[in-house]
């Protein structure tokens, strides 16, 4: 191939991308005189070369295009989308006929005359493919063409004479200065930059990695050196190194539009395909990444806007139906973030289907229902990163086969990137992409292990813990179970892995001693990796590994450190799959649920309010019968308790802060908890919400009336003692027998039973015993079905059990059954205490000997549960 | 780095010209000559630091730093199914270039470079050892020894010696 045709190629495959991305500009506005001009020059100037150069086959195929385009400029025909289908297709047969000419250098056989008389029929106004699919509308088109021609006919006759102003005639709106401006900008800036071969700026790239290595060999030198007359040029040289790399690397940044360069011809060919009307935004074309790290992304990036296209926005009618403008908007957005790119691609079609998402991955045997009923929309939406994993009903012609996101996910992990999705169902999704900004030189942390040396990128490592194996109270010590190496770090179990054993080395340090690990992440897996030692980072010029080691997953590549040693680079996502991270994270993610699953059941209703004190304080909503607001007017006083007339009845309000008086006038939230026939209410400033959480304890209190504090909605809210406040009222309201604080008290004959509750949340406990107290019964609580064991194995008896059922360590059931099998407690009667109180659940309760099941918090029903069960056992005994 | 680095002590700088005429380095493996095609030899190194390469081809014995490329280095004792070199023997180290890439091969001597009529090739003997023979081009007889001509691109594929 000689250079001629070399330039030629490069030189109209840059043109043919300008074309695809200026042509769906024109479909959107048509009348854009200065858009069709420059589109009409750039077919005219590659009919032009290809002549030139003897090109028939490219030459016809352009020239004919010329020619419909050319009726545009002029305004002889209109543009419409089946015109720009035509013209489009004509550019496939040119960029066809283009690659196959850059392989072989020559043109292929064949012949275009289908096509060429498709576009001379178009030049008179005649779109309509052969079979017509778009017959009406093409029917109309011809008469809209046909008006247009006619009038323009006149004009064009009229303005025969004389050819130069032509065009400006014909186009009044075009004004001149467009057309002879913009040339003149365009060669301005060609004369600015010059065209060089990638693989000349490859090979400057290596060229300085190496000079890269070797001042730092040089600098390394240096530091052992006391003073020598090198430091002063040495100290230079690395300046002028360091300003060279940033140029060269510089000169391998590309703008991150062209990746997208073909993506308004995709969306544009996608919508007409699946008749949709679909407006692509892009922002930050400008922003700049590394050519390797631009053409690793292209491809998740295309199929991602294809899946916003195809699975996202959806048709116009349904768009409106649902109160939408009936064209969908993506928009892809990039922009430089640290030492970073941010890519985000949203839609606002309908966002992920919760449901249908569910119903797939239940299908696909990924989780089962239960699993999922603990997860939150958004992990369940995490399930289409997911292998064989494809949500679109039919498959298209465009995606849906199901090597999607997790193909997508890989790629970017591969990078060391993340990606992320938020979408909420019906306003659409948004990806978030985090890529690298280069690949090429990293910072890598080294470590040693048994005696060699590795290097870790320092974009995959979290943190640094120094263990051992045998290590004193308080230092982080390396645990086994099985042989599988862990560390406690923090709140959480982390994997370990020994670099020693996973590339198979010889041991060299002793067992006992100390030892680094390097806490890495992929993705969302978070490994530690044991090593000996751990030196410093370094700069590090990647490179790869020779083809006879490829196939080590171990290694992403190899490089030279500055003391001129080769070292290799460790591959953190190959160690993770060499771990068997796939299952290993899993069955994490499983272990988390599972553990936030036990930690309290389910989420509760929990009502927050505002009283005393800055924080907002919360009550389980199931204890609440009703919120009411008073008028401060009707509250009255008695025995010196505040009292409200309510319901026929004189009610006890409590203030839940007492430090100030209250008002006289104005309104007064209260929340009012019935007990039986009797009802209190409490006074509080705000009633805030009422929400969903996972509550857990997290502070304890001594402060009287709350149990402690845990995270509610993000703050820190006081957990109140609902027993508490009941005590207040009704001490002070029947002012006899103290049931409450003294629980030796024995009130009324039904009481005075003893009670054992097991139950590992402290937030039950906390809560369920004054309420069993003030119901009369003496409680002992404890935090597991052990402990209780201990309890009966010591001789303490009681008159019912109650026991929760998921709990750490014994289950309710087991507890159950082993209560139900010893001779001396065989008769206790051990009701059961579940947030699951489905069918099954009860049968299987019963199976295990409870005498009853009592969801919780449903404190009517279990205080209802005890009296009946001990009537009954009393009776039978 | 090109062939001119290696001391010619044969002085064949006029045979080059002649087709007729193949040059090789010499080199010495468990007492046995072995000839490498000189075009394709890049350097001849002395005893070097090598990295170790865990997880890698036996046959594969590290990773060295050549003037700021990185070489890996193939044990050719290994490679040819011969004990590994006793003691402290120091190891020289022919680096070849193939597909782009350069390879040292550890060998025990480095000999000088012979310039051999290449119509006298002859073929490998069938009774030759049927590893050796897949690495070989041929034998040269010399006299008072036998010189086996390498394979280069077959000696690096080991895929082939492992599945055999």
Redesign the interface.
């Known amino acids: 191939m000689d250079d001629l045709l070399r330039e030629f190629l490069t030189e109209t495959s840059e043109s043919v991308a300008l074309l695809d991305v200026e042509l769906v500009r024109l479909e959107r506005e048509p009348n854009d005189p200065g858009l069709l001009s420059s589109i009409f020059r750039l077919v005219h100037t590659i009919k032009g070369t290809c002549g030139f150069l003897g090109l028939p086959r490219l030459e016809s195929v352009a020239h004919a295009g010329e020619n419909v385009l050319g009726k545009f400029r002029d305004g002889e025909l209109v543009v419409t989308p089946p015109a720009v289908t035509l013209i489009l297709q004509s550019l496939d047969r040119i960029k066809s006929i283009l690659s196959v000419l850059e392989e072989t250098g020559s043109e292929p056989a064949g012949n275009d005359a289908d096509l060429i008389e498709r576009l001379h029929r178009a030049e008179h106004g005649d779109f309509g493919e052969s079979g017509a699919p778009a017959a009406a509308s093409a029917v109309l088109e011809e008469i809209a063409a046909a008006v247009t021609h006619a009038v323009e006919h006149e004009e064009a006759e009229v303005a025969h004479p004389l050819p130069a102003t032509q065009a400006a005639a014909a186009v009044p709106a075009a004004p001149p200065q467009v057309q002879d401006g913009a040339p003149a900008k365009e060669s301005a800036v060609a004369s600015q930059s010059i065209r060089v071969g990638v693989d000349l700026l490859e090979n400057l790239m290596t060229t300085v990695s190496?000079l890269v290595?070797?001042r730092n060999q040089l600098l390394q030198i240096l530091r052992q050196q006391k003073e020598t007359e090198f430091t002063g040029p040495l100290q230079r040289l690395n300046q002028v190194v360091s300003e060279l790399q940033e140029g060269v690397m510089k000169t391998r940044m590309q703008p991150i539009g062209n990746a997208w360069g073909k993506l308004p011809r995709i969306v544009r060919d996608l919508a007409h395909e699946l008749n949709k009307k679909i407006e692509l935004e892009m922002r930050g074309a400008e922003t700049e990444l590394d050519r390797q790290v631009l053409e690793l992304i292209k491809d998740p990036l295309t199929h991602m806007v294809r899946n916003s296209a195809d699975h996202g926005i959806e048709k116009p009618s349904e768009r409106v139906n649902s109160g939408k403008h009936e064209t969908g908007r993506i928009v892809l957005n990039a922009y430089h973030q640290g030492g970073h790119i941010i890519v985000e691609i949203a839609d606002d079609g309908k966002g992920l289907p919760i449901d249908k998402i569910k119903a797939k991955v239940i299908k696909n045997g990924l989780a089962t229902e239960a699993e999922l009923a603990q997860l939150t929309d958004t992990q369940i939406q995490q399930y289409i990163f997911r292998a064989g994993f494809s949500t679109a009903e039919a498959v298209t012609s465009v995606s849906g086969r199901g090597v999607g996101m997790d193909v997508v996910k890989t790629n970017i992990e591969k990078i060391g990137g993340t990606i992320e999705l938020k979408s909420v169902y019906g306003q659409g999704s948004t990806f978030t992409i985090k890529i690298p900004l280069t690949l090429a030189i990293v910072s890598a942390l080294i470590v040693e292990s048994a005696g060699?040396r590795y290097a870790i990128p320092q974009l995959s490592v979290v943190e640094l813990v120094r263990a051992s194996e045998r290590a004193a109270e308080g230092e982080n010590r390396i645990e086994r179970i099985k042989g599988a190496a862990v560390l406690r770090l923090r709140d959480r179990l982390l994997p370990l892995v020994s670099l020693q054993e996973i590339?198979?080395?010889e041991p060299t340090a002793a067992e006992d001693s100390e030892r680094f690990i390097v806490v890495a992440q992929v993705g969302n897996y978070a490994f530690g990796i044991i090593v000996d030692r751990v030196f410093d980072t370094e700069e590090i010029v990647v490179?790869p590994v020779?083809?006879?080691?490829r196939h080590?997953s171990?290694?992403s590549g190899?490089?030279?450190l500055g003391d001129?040693?080769?070292?290799?680079i460790l591959d953190p996502n190959g160690i993770a799959q060499a771990t068997g991270e796939m299952i290993a994270s899993e069955r994490n993610a499983m272990a988390k649920q599972e553990e936030q699953a036990t930690g309290l059941d389910e989420t509760t209703a929990l009502l927050v309010f505002r009283a005393g004190g800055v924080g907002p304080k919360a009550v389980p909503l199931s204890l609440v019968s009703r919120l009411e607001e008073f008028d401060l007017k009707d509250i009255e006083m008695a025995r010196g308790q505040h009292v409200i007339q309510y319901r026929g009845k004189l009610m006890p309000l409590i203030r839940f802060d007492n430090s100030k008086p209250l008002a006289t006038t104005g309104h007064c939230p209260a929340l009012v908890f019935a007990d039986r026939e009797r009802a209190m209410g409490l006074l509080v400033d705000e009633i805030v919400d009422i929400v969903d959480e996972q509550v857990e304890i997290q502070l304890q209190s001594d402060q009287q009336g709350v149990i402690g504090s845990a995270v509610v909605a993000g703050k820190a809210t006081d957990m109140i003692d609902a027993g508490f406040w009941l005590t207040q009222a009704f001490r002070d309201w029947f002012g006899s027998v103290d049931r409450y604080v003294d629980q030796t008290g024995h009130s009324n004959s039904s009481t005075g039973r003893r009670i054992l509750l097991v139950d590992d949340s402290p937030f039950f406990r906390n809560l369920l015993t004054p309420m069993l107290q003030v119901a009369g019964y003496h409680v002992t609580t404890v935090e597991s079905a052990l402990a209780a064991l201990e309890l009966v194995e010591r001789g303490e008896r009681f008159d019912v059990i109650v026991s929760d059922i998921e709990m750490p360590g014994m289950s309710g059931f087991e507890f159950a059954e082993k209560i139900k099998s010893d001779a001396r407690v065989s008769s206790t009667p051990v009701v059961a205490l579940s947030s699951h109180a489905s069918p099954a659940d009860l049968d299987r309760g019963r199976a295990a000997g409870f005498d009853d099941y009592v969801a919780k918090l449903d404190r009517d029903a279990l205080l209802a549960a005890l009296s009946e069960t001990l009537a009954e056992h009393r009776s039978a005994a | 780095m090109s062939g001119k680095e290696i001391v010619l002590s044969g002085g064949n700088a006029l045979a080059h010209a002649s087709h007729d005429v193949a040059e090789y380095v010499t080199t010495i493996v468990d007492g046995q000559l072995f000839g490498i095609p000189v075009l394709q030899v890049q350097d001849v190194l002395g005893p070097q630091?090598v990295?170790?390469?865990?997880?890698?081809?036996k046959e594969?014995a590290?990773?060295?730093?050549l003037r700021?490329?990185?070489v890996?280095a193939i044990d050719v004792r290994t490679r040819l199914g011969l004990v590994k070199r006793q003691g402290d023997h120091r190891a020289m180290s022919i680096v070849v270039e193939h597909?782009g890439?350069l390879?040292s091969l550890i060998v025990d001597e480095v000999g000088e470079v012979l310039s051999l009529p290449a119509d006298r090739l002859e073929a490998n003997p069938p009774t030759l050892d049927s590893g050796w023979r897949s690495v070989s081009l041929g034998i040269h007889r010399l006299e008072g020894r036998l010189l086996v001509v390498v394979d280069v691109a077959r000696l690096?594929d080991?895929t082939r010696a492992e599945a055999a």
């Open positions: 190496e290595l070797t060699e590339l198979q080395l490179k020779a083809p006879l080691l080590i171990m290694f190899n490089t030279i001129g040693s080769v070292i290799m | 630091r990295t170790r390469i865990p997880l890698a081809p594969v590290g990773a060295l730093n700021g490329r990185i890996t597909g890439e390879y690096l080991f």
